[in-house]
């Protein structure tokens, strides 16, 4: 989404509720000093877990072991007893 | 982003309920080999158009049976809980914002004009005194005289099961009046409680009752997906939290259990402060991420 510099000037942008003392000037001037972000110091330690990889093994595991126990057929069934 | 999350809510709501495409195809309900497949979302399996079963209701009857179970290996459902496992940890609660049917109507309901209110936030926690007691414990335990558990949680609360199981059926097949006693008028009056809440709680059921968005969000911490906070952007303006459906505070909460990855925040954040990605692998560093600010 590309926003150009008119958009900021919108109501959309700057909804009537804005907080107090927040106006274009003070934003227009953060902007231009922070053209790029980095990612802060709590999200760069959101990384994937390690038991993610064994949970999708697991959740694999047991899907086979209901298709091995006759659970799908089960499942196929369960309207007959609805 | 809305207007995609909207198409695809419509054509998932559509495309598990296309049974209602062939009224005429023999039986009301249809029980053809699509059914072996759990929807993903919380949809009645009696619903006149329904392809797919509802997890929480074939997990329920799995529970159920697990007395009958003689012989063999006992039928504890683990399929349900294998397939709804997997989609927890690949896409945590981003099923309810994006493919369950009964949320997308509770979306559709909200958009009525008037005055809303926020949620009680403790009220949160009963969702997972539902997922424990209704759909688990309960068909174990609470047996009828000849010995057999019931789906609890669709006999007594499920308000999709009323609004696209029973009030449909009862007007396809009108014999099946006879057979209406306490538990629909019961439900009923839950569905009718449930909805009129919804136009003023956005998500009321998901958040306060829906034992699936309870499972889902078990994962929410751990899932592949997450909502990105790029702090330099924010200005805390508050849009983001204006915007959320379910009364998270996105550059606060990260990874919220209630978070639905509905991305309106993201739609809402005119500074990129907030994006979604993916995880990055275990034992790797995730990389600087460079934003360009609007302008």
């Known amino acids: 989404m590309h926003l150009s510099r008119n958009c900021l000037h919108s109501e959309k942008f700057f909804p009537r509720n804005r907080p107090h003392g927040y106006n274009i000037e003070e934003k227009q001037s953060w902007l231009s000093i922070n053209r790029t972000a980095q990612v802060s110091g709590i999200e760069g330690r959101r990384c994937m877990d390690k038991k993610v990889l064994w949970l999708i093994i697991i959740f694999t595991i047991l899907f086979i072991i209901g298709v091995n126990t006759g659970e799908l057929g089960y499942l196929m069934n369960l309207g007959n007893t609805i | ?295």
């Open chain 2, 1 to 295: 982003m809305t207007r995609l999350r909207s198409l695809i809510q419509t054509l998932m709501a559509l495309g598990t309920n296309a049974y209602l495409l062939f009224p005429f195809g023999g039986s009301v309900i249809y029980q053809g080999p699509l059914k072996a497949v759990c929807n993903p979302g919380l949809n009645c399996y009696s619903c006149p158009g329904a392809l797919l079963s509802c997890p929480v209701g074939a997990f329920q009857n799995f529970m159920a049976s697990l007395r009958f179970s003689t012989g063999g290996f006992p039928l504890t459902g683990a399929i349900v809980v294998g397939y709804l496992g997997f989609i927890g940890t690949a896409v945590g609660r981003m099923t309810c914002g994006w493919v369950c049917p009964f949320g997308f109507i509770q979306d559709l309901i909200y958009k009525i004009p008037t005055p809303k209110f926020s949620l009680w936030k403790p009220l949160r926690w009963v969702k997972y005194a539902v997922l424990a007691l209704m759909v688990v414990v309960m068909p174990v335990f609470f047996v009828d005289a000849s010995g057999l558990g019931h789906p609890w949680f669709c006999k007594l609360i499920c308000p999709a099961g009323t609004l696209e199981g029973a009030i449909p059926l009862l007007f396809l097949k009108p014999s099946l009046w006879d057979t209406v006693g306490l538990f629909f008028w019961n439900k009923l009056t839950v569905l009718i409680l449930i909805l009129v809440a919804a136009i003023f709680i956005s998500r009321i059921f998901c958040r306060v009752l829906c034992p699936l968005g309870a499972f889902y969000s078990l994962f929410s911490r751990l899932s592949l997906v997450k909502l990105e906070f790029i702090e330099g952007n924010c200005v805390e303006c508050g849009a983001c939290v204006r915007a959320c459906p379910t009364g998270v505070v996105p550059n606060q909460e990260f990874d919220s259990r209630e978070c639905i990855m509905c991305l309106k925040c993201v739609d809402a954040c005119h500074f990129r402060a907030l994006d979604f990605g993916m995880r990055p692998p275990p034992g790797k560093l995730p990389k600087v991420k460079h934003v360009t600010s609007p302008l």
